[in-house]
C-alpha cells in the first residue's frame, strides 16, 4: 500500500530514536568489542505470526547510520507471514548494523503489531459491511506512521488529527449546553469561513441521535450503547447519515456491534495498547 508519510517527519523520528540511543558518544558496546573492519550479515526474522509493516524504514534508517549497508527486502508491507520467515537481509559493516538494530525493531515490531491487531478485528467483522477505524489514541508524534500500520492490516483511518474533522464530542456537548447549541455553533462557523468540513456528532441515547439528526451532520457516533439500543439508532438513522460505532469495543465483542448494522467501528485498541510482534534481527560476522 501507498506509503504517503513525509520525509521530513521520518528523518525527524528515526533522528529522535537514533540520536536518545547515542547521544554524543555512540555505540560504546559496538566501538568497544568489534573492530570497524568487521563485516557481515543481518536477517531481520519473524518470531511469531503476523502482518509487517514498517518495510520501508529500513533504507530510511541505515541511510542515517551507514549508506553502505546493502539492503535486501523480502516482504512487502500488508503481508501475513508465517513466524520464521526473513523479512529482509542486510550485509555491511557488523557495527552499523548493531548500531541501527533497535531503533529498526522498534519501529518495525510496534507497526506489525498494529497491522496484526487490526488484521485481527477486520476478520471478525468480515462477514459484514462495517469498516474498522482507528483513533487518535496514538503514540506521541507516531499518529502518521501507526495510522499508516493501521491501513496495512486492512481497517481505515479516522480523522488524522484536530484539523481535519469536527468531531463534536461529549464533552463538546456538555460545554454547549446541548447538541443544538454546539451544532448551530459550528454551522455558523463553518459558513462563516467558507469551510467545507465533515461534521461528526457523538451521541450517548436515542434522544441524542434523533437531536443530531435535525442537522446536516456527516456522521452520528454511537457511543457506548449496547448492541440493542444500537440497532434501534441505526434504524432511526437510516440513509440520513454514516453510523459508528466507538466506547470499549474489544475483539469479543466487534462482531456483535458490526452486525447491528453500523458503518464503521472505531477500535482505540489498535494503537493504544497493542502489543509488538515479535521480531528478531540475527547476525552472523563473515
Keep these: 500500500m501507498t506509503w504517503n508519510i513525509p520525509e521530513h517527519v521520518i528523518r525527524h523520528l528515526i533522528d529522535l ?37 514498517g518495510c520501508p524504514l ?50 518495525l515490531q510496534r507497526l506489525s503489531g498494529i497491522a496484526t491487531m487490526t488484521r485481527h478485528y477486520v476478520h471478525k467483522v468480515s462477514h459484514t459491511g462495517s469498516v474498522i477505524l482507528d483513533t487518535r489514541k496514538t503514540t506521541p508524534a507516531m499518529r502518521l506512521l501507526e495510522k499508516y500500520a493501521v491501513r496495512q492490516g486492512g481497517g481505515q483511518n479516522h480523522r488524522t488529527g484536530l484539523y481535519d474533522m469536527i468531531l463534536i464530542k461529549d464533552n463538546h456537548i456538555d460545554s454547549c449546553g446541548g447538541i443544538a447549541p454546539a451544532m448551530e455553533s459550528c454551522l455558523a462557523y463553518l459558513q462563516q469561513r467558507n469551510l467545507s468540513i465533515p461534521v461528526e ?27 440493542e439500543t444500537m440497532t434501534e439508532a441505526v434504524g432511526l438513522i437510516g440513509a440520513k447519515a454514516e453510523t459508528e460505532a466507538s466506547g470499549n469495543i474489544t475483539l469479543d465483542t466487534v462482531s456483535a456491534v458490526a452486525e447491528t448494522g453500523v458503518d464503521f467501528i472505531s477500535v482505540g485498541a489498535l494503537t493504544h495498547s497493542v502489543k509488538a510482534l515479535d521480531i528478531s534481527m540475527c547476525i552472523e560476522s563473515f
Excluded at 520464521?84 to 529498526?104: C, H, I, P, Q, Y
Excluded at 457523538?202 to 434523533?210: A, D, P, Q, S, Y
Design 17 to 53: 530514536a537514533l540520536g536518545e540511543d547515542l547521544m554524543d558518544r555512540g555505540d560504546l558496546t559496538s566501538l568497544s568489542t568489534i573492530p570497524e573492519s568487521c563485516r557481515g550479515k543481518a536477517r531481520i526474522v519473524l518470531k511469531a505470526d503476523g502482518v509487517i509493516a
Design 201 to 227: 456528532v457523538e451521541t450517548r441515547n436515542l434522544g441524542e441521535v434523533r437531536e443530531a439528526l435535525q442537522f446536516p451532520v456527516r456522521r452520528i457516533m454511537l457511543d457506548n450503547m449496547d448492541t
Design 58 to 107: 529500513f533504507s530510511r534508517i541505515f541511510s542515517q547510520v551507514d549508506e553502505d549497508i546493502g539492503i535486501t527486502t523480502y516482504a512487502e508491507d500488508g503481508a501475513f507471514l508465517p513466524a520464521g520467515t526473513t523479512v529482509a537481509m542486510f550485509t555491511g559493516k557488523m557495527r552499523s548494523m548493531l548500531t541501527a538494530e533497535r531503533t529498526l525493531l522498534n519501529f
